[in-house]
């Protein structure tokens, strides 16, 4: 399985959510699709949950999509945790999926997956401490 990967950007979590959800999901049509309509829905990554919290001068948001891979026959899931509650935006992106092979390996899918966010973001990469 892909392990976590965090990173440091500059611009806030709700400007990355919406460039992200812009990327991801401009073709999903509800947040609430049946099982069929995820079915047929294609290979576009769908918006399953957007969670927003603010207090205090600072903003944890939580995506969650998910996509078909066709090379693990079966859905992979993205979690994408944005907050500024240190005062830099922190992005933690955390793969996983519904079916997976014997030694945990999603042959590289949950990798494909969290570079799709990482090119949206990278031009508001911070380097590493």
């Known amino acids: 399985m892909t392990k976590p990967r965090d990173f440091l950007i500059s611009i806030s979590p709700e400007e990355a ?3 992200i959800i812009a990327a991801l999901a401009a073709k999903a049509r509800s947040n609430l699709l049946g099982i069929f309509e995820l079915l047929t829905a294609g290979r576009e990554p769908l918006l399953l949950d957007d969670h927003r919290i603010e207090w205090a001068g600072a903003t944890v948001i939580s995506l969650v999509f998910t996509r078909f891979y066709s090379r693990v026959g079966s859905f992979v899931t993205l979690i994408i945790t944005m907050d500024n509650t240190r005062g830099e935006t922190a992005v933690h992106l955390a793969p996983g999926g519904h079916k997976m092979f014997v030694d945990d390996d999603d042959l ?5 997956f969290m570079k799709m966010v990482e090119e949206i973001l990278e031009g508001y990469l911070l380097p590493e401490a």
């Not at 590289?108 to 494909?112: C, L, P, R």
Request: hydrophobic share 50%; glycine share 24%.
């Open 108 to 112: 590289g899918a949950g990798a494909a």
């Open 17 to 19: 959510a919406e460039k």
